[in-house]
């Protein structure tokens, strides 16, 4: 069983920047296809990013694509989102998510869940 922690979320101005870090254990994480969903209340997960299993293929939500980058380092079973540039509609609760096998955008693709961390933006 996968399990997946993420951290790194909080409270920022518009136009500030955060780091989200999920990690990852109790798997073989070099075999997991990794995304980032985000939740507002009342509303279901929307896809935010996502990357592949060696990290060299990524795809973005358009809102966020030239804002925020997704990474991996497999030798650490982490993955990353840098937010840059962020607006007040980027407020939600991020989860990090994992699937054995080929990236999907669909967060019912995904078998594996972290607790979610909470990010808000201020304008």
């Known amino acids: 069983q996968v399990q997946l922690v993420e951290s790194g979320g909080g409270l920022v101005q518009a136009g500030g920047s955060l780091k989200l870090s999920c990690a990852a254990s109790?798997?073989?994480?070099?075999?997991?296809?990794m995304g980032w969903f985000r939740q507002v209340p009342g509303t279901g997960r929307e896809f935010v990013a996502t990357?592949?299993?060696?990290?060299?293929?990524?795809k973005y939500y358009e809102s966020v694509k030239d804002r925020f980058t997704i990474s991996r380092d497999n030798a650490a079973n982490t993955m990353s989102l840098q937010m840059d540039m962020l607006q007040p509609e980027d407020t939600a609760v991020y989860y990090c998510?994992?699937?054995?096998?080929?990236?999907?955008?669909?967060?019912?693709?995904?078998?594996?869940w972290g607790q979610g961390t909470q990010v808000m933006v201020s304008s």
């Open positions: 998510a994992a699937r054995y096998g080929v990236t999907r955008s669909s967060e019912d693709q995904y078998d594996f």
């Open positions: 109790g798997g073989t994480f070099d075999n997991l296809a």
């Open positions: 990357i592949s299993r060696s990290g060299a293929t990524t």
